[in-house]
């Protein structure tokens, strides 16, 4: 089974590893691992559910969590 990798920051799936080689991808994955996002651009961690319900559930978080002011 696939895991899912999305963005912390918004949630999107288009997200790409940092580094642009094997190598490189190796090398950041030993330091916990870093993507970058295609939707909102942010660089970071991301975050990896094992299941579509999982991910649905951080989904329906995200949108929650939002606020108007951008705060919290
Ligand atoms: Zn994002």
């Given at each position: 089974?696939?895991?899912?990798?999305?963005?912390?920051?918004?949630?999107?799936?288009?997200?790409?590893?940092?580094?642009?080689?094997?190598?490189?991808?190796?090398?950041?994955?030993?330091?916990?691992?870093?993507?970058?996002?295609?939707?909102?651009?942010?660089?970071?961690?991301?975050i990896e559910f094992?299941?579509?319900?999982?991910?649905g559930k951080f989904?329906?978080?995200?949108?929650?969590?939002?606020?108007?002011?951008?705060?919290?």
């Amino acid at each position: 089974m696939a895991k899912i990798t999305a963005c912390i920051n918004c949630g999107s799936r288009d997200v790409s590893w940092k580094g642009d080689s094997i190598a490189g991808t190796v090398y950041f994955g030993a330091l916990g691992g870093q993507v970058q996002c295609g939707n909102c651009g942010h660089v970071g961690a991301p975050i990896e559910f094992k299941s579509e319900k999982d991910y649905g559930k951080f989904l329906d978080a995200l949108k929650k969590r939002k606020k108007p002011d951008g705060r919290g």
